[in-house]
Antibody
Framework: EVQLVESGGGLVQPGGSLRLSCAASGLTLSNFWMYWVRQAPGKGLVWVSRIDGDGIRVGYADSVKGRFTISRDNAKNTLYLQMNSLRAEDTALYYC??????????WGEGTTVTVSS | QSALTQPRSVSGSPGQSVTISCTGTNSDVGAYNYVSWYQQHPGKAPKLMISDVSKRPSGVPDRFSGSKSGNTASLTISGLQAEDEADFYCCSYAGGNTFVFGGGTKLTVL
């Protein structure tokens, strides 16, 4: 069974950092584009970032560019999101998803990030 | 990277059909055939329902269909069932290795 499990969320002060992880099982991560999508409480889905199978091509939403870094360790079958200079508006449930060039077909259950003093 | 425009809510009775629109620009929806649709039940992760404008993944009922005309994509659900009640989101590739979601539409089955 294909499964994605996010971890690393928590409570952090504004300006702080967190690193999210997304561990994959039942699939070889290096074969797929991987995505991060977030959802603030009671709000809609917002695309955050994606990375290709080789870790070469990456993209970011304007709202996180320069603060967040997506990466992957194919040997560990794990996706990461390094989040720096966190702001209150980054508070959300963060999902990782596996996909193709233009779709996200398997999603994790998410990990919650709360930015507050 | 402005969000795609979706109606906040739509509704229909069991057995009826509903269509959810998703309007973007000629830089996203109008430029690429990478429009996907996701269903999200409360407290659950999103589920892919349509990819590449109109492709239905394995396991998704054929009651769900997608289309696109110009800068507007649409999701049509025919033969509404109670379990279809959920939030629906469109998503489009927007160039430069970026994507944009719509604001979401709440579907109510009356």
């Amino acid at each position: 069974e294909v499964q994605l499990v996010e971890s690393g969320g928590g409570l952090v002060q504004p300006g702080g950092s967190l690193r999210l992880s997304c561990a994959a099982s039942g699939l070889t991560l290096s074969n797929f584009w991987m995505y991060w999508v977030r959802q603030a409480p009671g709000k809609g889905l917002v695309w955050v970032s994606r990375i290709d199978g080789d870790g070469i091509r990456v993209g970011y939403a304007d709202s996180v560019k320069g603060r967040f870094t997506i990466s992957r360790d194919n040997a560990k079958n794990t996706l990461y999101l390094q989040m720096n200079s966190l702001r209150a508006e980054d508070t959300a449930l963060y999902y990782c998803a596996k996909g193709g060039g233009g779709l996200m077909d398997v999603w994790g259950e998410g990990t919650t990030v709360t930015v507050s003093s | 990277q402005s969000a795609l425009t979706q109606p906040r809510s739509v509704s229909g009775s069991p057995g009826q059909s509903v269509t959810i629109s998703c309007t973007g620009t000629n830089s996203d929806v109008g430029a690429y055939n990478y429009v996907s649709w996701y269903q999200q039940h409360p407290g659950k992760a999103p589920k892919l329902m349509i990819s590449d404008v109109s492709k239905r993944p394995s396991g998704v009922p054929d009651r769900f269909s997608g289309s696109k005309s110009g800068n507007t994509a649409s999701l049509t659900i025919s033969g509404l069932q109670a379990e279809d009640e959920a939030d629906f989101y469109c998503c489009s590739y927007a160039g430069g290795n970026t994507f944009v979601f719509g604001g979401g539409t709440k579907l109510t089955v009356l």
